[in-house]
């Protein structure tokens, strides 16, 4: 089989999928309905669903017929919160909620691998688990299936686990890849900035700490495209009329 080609033949119910789930987008812990529409789906392929053991996500199992290792296949499932307008007829009915991070092109493209790899399941060595994760987006999914026993509920632990996270920069059918883990780990931090308070329309103000904030026409007088040395820094809120001209900001800002 031309796996190429198939894919293409399947690219009407892959779209259809990703267009459905981006029309209904479910936060991290919430995609009930998502989670009900890969069930349905998966049960018409020759896999085994395997019951994460959480409310949301699923797992499918496709055993190959002939030996070889276990891997992986995973995707996340989630949405997040946002409303930004969009064009065409494609869009979430969901007020405050988008799948804004492409999670139903990436579980749209898991379930097409699924149909893929069952169709060659006489052929296929070892085995594949196609591993829809919930709560990616309030970082918390990976570590809850873990905590629930995940790798307990198949045959073995995987050798290696793939994921893909679509990349619009990159042109289309190309694959960006790296030796080793990549991508593996979402974290939240903190951070404090120190120094000088100022507004974010007049930021010229926390300049120095040691004099007070200029007066406007000094602060006017300072705009300059053509000001020697300092690093320059572009901020829209705070810009001139004239597009041309940067602020000219010291090296202590």
């Not at 009407?12 to 990703?18: D, E, W």
């Not at 981006?22 to 812990?29: F, I, Q, T, V």
């Not at 804004?100 to 006489?122: N, R, W």
């Amino acid at each position: 089989m031309d796996l190429l080609l198939r894919a293409q033949a399947l690219f009407p119910v892959l779209k259809a999928l990703k267009d459905d789930l981006h029309r209904h987008p479910e936060l991290s812990g919430r995609e009930v309905r998502t989670t009900a529409l890969l069930k349905q789906k998966l049960s018409a392929l020759p896999v085994e669903l395997v019951d994460l053991g959480v409310p949301t996500g699923t797992a499918a199992l496709l055993r190959g017929g002939r030996p070889g290792p276990l891997v992986a296949l995973r995707a996340d499932i989630d949405a997040i919160v946002q409303d930004t307008p969009e064009r065409g007829t494609v869009v979430s009915e969901r007020p405050g909620v988008m799948h804004a991070c492409g999670h139903d092109f990436h579980t749209a493209g898991l379930y097409g691998a699924a149909v893929l790899l069952s169709e060659l399941q006489d052929t296929l060595p070892g085995g594949v688990i196609f591993l829809f994760q919930p709560s990616k987006e309030t970082t918390g999914g990976a570590r809850l299936l873990l905590d629930h026993g995940l790798w307990a509920r198949f045959p073995e632990k995987p050798r290696w686990i793939f994921g893909v996270h679509n990349r619009p920069q990159l042109p289309a059918g190309t694959i960006a890849v790296t030796p080793g883990p990549l991508m593996a780990e979402k974290s939240n931090f903190t951070i404090t900035l120190h120094g000088r308070t100022g507004h974010g329309a007049l930021p010229i103000g926390a300049w120095t700490s040691s004099s007070p904030p200029p007066p406007l026409s000094r602060a006017s007088s300072r705009w300059s495209a053509a000001t020697p040395t300092p690093p320059t820094a572009w901020c829209a809120p705070c810009a001139p009329s004239t597009p041309a001209r940067r602020r000219t900001l010291p090296p202590t800002f």
